[in-house]
């Protein structure tokens, strides 16, 4: 057995590397999973991921009872301290103990690539109506405003406003945005992290102003992210102060909202924010089954065209539980739209995910696995030579007591 530390910092470090804070860091984790996992009916997969597993402390709702609990950040950083100092350092280096330290890096692999998950990858979609073409996904949470040159040819410059900066416009609050690069200012306001298009014909009194016989009307955000369509409120002025145009922009919208200012055509839109696919693809068609005598869909999938950038065409239709998995990415069909059986032109969302650490948990599974078989496999040959020493210690003693017999 190892020397009890009589010191202090000794004393923390075994803490630290402790078979106790093992377990106490599992019972934790497995609350934070079923806690959140019965809250996500109500707040929504991201929601609740950001409130348990990408925090430092939670208030987990257990019923009518509150539990103040460590979030997904201490208790996972506990659990890699933990396993570094009981799994790697204080361990006895032995031949008893070889299979236990590879299954422990295997777990340490596969934590390492939980953290470059949740630093690097990203998840998103792409929304497209029949005929229309991206080669773009758009994150679920998180907006922005995008301005470029209408006119531009080739590589176009983007100025973007992030959500952070307008989050909190809601209502008649407002504020003017400035780029030096921009020969007019932008002032965004009425902020809605949700919203839908109306028109205004027969409406009576609007709840906001109306923009070309149309105007937005907040809904109550979504549990789910892909059906949360944020909405501002934008105007141009430019220099002197002068007002050139008014407009909405809605998170959903087909083409972006095209003014002049300063003798060039400018373009804003309001989008998710970008990241550019290595590919792009066009919705040639969008399928949906309903069922029997229902708006429900049933089914529903998306013939695609892929073209590669050497210009090669591929037709492909993405379904449910068939994704299209090419260059790191996965897209897989997630909704579509309008919903609830409202008229208008169809449009499909397709899901995307890049995770670089894809791979880790298989090769980090491999790896438990080995240093598990390796543990097993010799603690079945010691057992084995264990009970051959004991089967010929067994007969030894028989021998003797048959030739004692003998003698007598």
Same mark, same amino acid.
């Given at each position: 057995?190892?020397?009890?530390?009589?010191?202090?910092?000794?004393?923390?470090f075994?803490?630290?590397?402790?078979?106790?804070?093992?377990?106490?860091?599992?019972?934790?984790?497995?609350?934070?999973?079923?806690?959140?996992?019965?809250?996500?009916?109500?707040?929504?997969?991201?929601?609740?991921?950001?409130?348990y597993?990408?925090?430092w402390?939670?208030l987990?709702?257990?019923?009518?009872?509150?539990?103040?609990?460590?979030?997904?950040?201490?208790?996972?950083?506990?659990?890699?301290?933990?396993?570094?100092?009981g799994?790697?350092?204080?361990?006895?280096?032995?031949?008893?103990t070889?299979?236990?330290?590879?299954?422990?890096?295997?777990?340490?692999?596969?934590?390492?690539?939980?953290?470059?998950e949740?630093?690097?990858?990203?998840?998103?979609?792409?929304?497209?109506?029949?005929?229309?073409?991206?080669?773009?996904?758009?994150e679920?949470?998180g907006?922005e405003?995008?301005?470029?040159?209408?006119?531009?040819?080739g590589?176009?410059e983007?100025f973007l406003i992030?959500?952070?900066d307008?989050?909190?416009l809601?209502?008649?609050?407002?504020?003017t945005f400035?780029r030096a690069?921009?020969?007019?200012?932008?002032?965004?306001?009425?902020?809605m992290?949700?919203?839908?298009?109306?028109?205004?014909?027969?409406?009576?009194?609007p709840?906001?102003?109306?923009?070309?016989?149309h105007?937005?009307?907040?809904?109550?955000?979504?549990?789910?992210?892909?059906?949360?369509?944020?909405?501002?409120? $934008?105007?141009?002025?430019?220099?002197? @102060? =002068?007002?050139?145009?008014?407009?909405?922009l809605?998170?959903i919208? !087909? /083409? &972006?909202?095209?003014?002049?200012?300063?003798?060039?055509?400018?373009?804003?839109?309001?989008?998710?924010a970008?990241?550019?696919?290595?590919?792009?693809?066009?919705?040639e068609?969008?399928?949906?089954d309903?069922?029997?005598?229902?708006?429900?869909a049933?089914?529903?999938?998306?013939?695609?065209i892929r073209?590669?950038?050497?210009?090669?065409?591929?037709?492909?239709?993405?379904?449910?539980?068939?994704?299209?998995?090419?260059?790191?990415?996965?897209?897989?069909? $997630?909704?579509?739209?309008?919903?609830? @059986? =409202?008229p208008?032109?169809?449009?499909?969302?397709?899901?995307?995910? !890049? /995770? &670089?650490?894809?791979?880790i948990?298989?090769?980090?599974?491999?790896?438990?696995?080995?240093?598990?078989?390796?543990?097993?496999?010799?603690?079945?040959?010691g057992?084995?030579?264990?009970?051959?020493?004991?089967?010929v210690?067994?007969?030894?003693?028989?021998?003797e007591?048959?030739r004692?017999?003998?003698?007598?």
């Amino acid at each position: 057995m190892a020397k009890k530390p009589t010191t202090l910092p000794g004393k923390l470090f075994a803490a630290l590397g402790s078979f106790w804070l093992a377990i106490a860091l599992l019972v934790n984790l497995f609350l934070l999973t079923w806690l959140g996992t019965l809250e996500q009916v109500e707040k929504g997969i991201h929601a609740v991921q950001g409130e348990y597993f990408e925090s430092w402390l939670v208030l987990a709702k257990a019923g009518p009872i509150k539990l103040l609990l460590p979030g997904g950040y201490v208790t996972m950083g506990l659990f890699v301290v933990n396993l570094f100092v009981g799994g790697l350092v204080r361990i006895r280096k032995t031949k008893a103990t070889i299979g236990i330290i590879i299954a422990h890096v295997g777990i340490a692999l596969m934590m390492a690539g939980g953290l470059v998950e949740h630093m690097y990858s990203s998840y998103g979609r792409v929304v497209l109506y029949e005929g229309d073409e991206a080669d773009q996904f758009q994150e679920y949470a998180g907006w922005e405003v995008a301005i470029w040159n209408a006119d531009a040819v080739g590589s176009i410059e983007e100025f973007l406003i992030p959500q952070s900066d307008f989050a909190d416009l809601g209502g008649s609050a407002s504020r003017t945005f400035q780029r030096a690069e921009l020969p007019f200012d932008i002032i965004l306001k009425r902020f809605m992290v949700n919203s839908e298009l109306e028109e205004a014909v027969g409406v009576g009194i609007p709840s906001n102003p109306v923009v070309d016989g149309h105007f937005l009307v907040g809904k109550p955000k979504d549990k789910e992210e892909e059906r949360n369509f944020a909405g501002v409120y $934008a105007t141009i002025v430019a220099e002197g @102060g =002068k007002k050139v145009e008014d407009s909405l922009l809605w998170g959903i919208a !087909r /083409n &972006p909202w095209v003014f002049e200012a300063g003798g060039k055509r400018w373009a804003m839109v309001l989008r998710n924010a970008t990241h550019t696919m290595p590919f792009s693809l066009k919705l040639e068609k969008f399928i949906k089954d309903d069922h029997p005598g229902m708006a429900m869909a049933r089914a529903y999938s998306s013939d695609v065209i892929r073209t590669d950038p050497d210009g090669t065409e591929h037709k492909l239709r993405i379904q449910m539980n068939e994704p299209l998995r090419k260059d790191g990415l996965i897209i897989y069909q $997630a909704s579509y739209g309008p919903a609830d @059986g =409202k008229p208008g032109d169809p449009y499909t969302v397709l899901a995307v995910s !890049r /995770n &670089p650490s894809d791979r880790i948990p298989w090769i980090s599974v491999g790896v438990i696995t080995l240093g598990l078989m390796w543990t097993f496999i010799a603690r079945l040959l010691g057992f084995l030579a264990k009970q051959q020493r004991k089967a010929v210690g067994q007969a030894g003693k028989s021998g003797e007591k048959a030739r004692g017999k003998s003698a007598a």
